[in-house]
């Protein structure tokens, strides 16, 4: 396949060869070829920009449109840290998908761009890509699924960076570590915990830090948890990335942003699942105290 950009027509073979290896009825041949094509277009030079269309395209199935997403998750997995033009527009195309996520979504599409966006960060955050955290400052408080959005990219890259055998976080570690800690912490701490100017201080979007306005949207989703399903979805979501970010947040940091009230103010929402990630989050929490 040339690399230029999807014609219809090459469209429209992609979506026939998907619906051949998603169909219970194709024969084993058929699906091995239409599993061979598709894999071909992985290496193809256009892969980025043809995952984008793919992805983009809402009256696409989902299963396009997933298809799409995988073609960019190849791309920036096998991406050089040295090719900063590919990385600027892989993180342009992954911005846009994030800004046009709807709730109408599947699950495992919504999942999947955060997951992209972790992939771009580990490898070109605080390198060619600085207003990171300023993006998804923006996209904060744009919609709920937007919050939920920046709370899974937050929640992964923290578990890339500190706990997963994740070979890009490895090559950064340092440089992730302290700033993933610079996001979270807010102003004032960073400043008392510092001695020396602090280089990675560029990185950060606004005083607050991700722990405080964490706590402050977990407050919210559970005063509507009662009358919301989405509300309690969101707040697990929030418990959950503070799970992962109270093992390597600074203790000042924790105590600053009133994370133990905040999760103390939760034991008022009765509902299971919440209860059960926020037990975990409060243990976790003390332990560290």
Known sequence: MAAEELSEAGMADIIRALEVIHSPGSTNELRKQALSFVESLKDNEAAPRNGFLLA??????????????????????????????????????????????????????????????????KKSWGLDWIDMDEALVKFWGSSLVHNELVLSVLETLSEDVFFREDTVSSLRGTELNRALVEIFTPAAIVEQINSEKNPSAALRCGQEGWLVRICEFLDNCVQNVPSSPQARDAAVKALLTLRSALSWSVYKAIVASQVVSSIFRSLTCQDEQVLLVRILSLVLTLAKN
């Open 56 to 121: 983009s395209r809402t009256d696409h199935a989902p299963v396009v449109r997933y298809f799409g997403l995988t073609l960019l998750d190849h791309v920036l997995r096998h991406l050089s840290f040295a090719n900063t033009e590919i990385s600027v527009n892989l993180r342009s195309m992954i911005l846009q998908l994030a800004e046009n996520i709807r709730p109408e979504d599947p699950n495992y599409l919504r999942n999947k761009i955060p997951q992209l966006w972790s992939e771009a960060a």
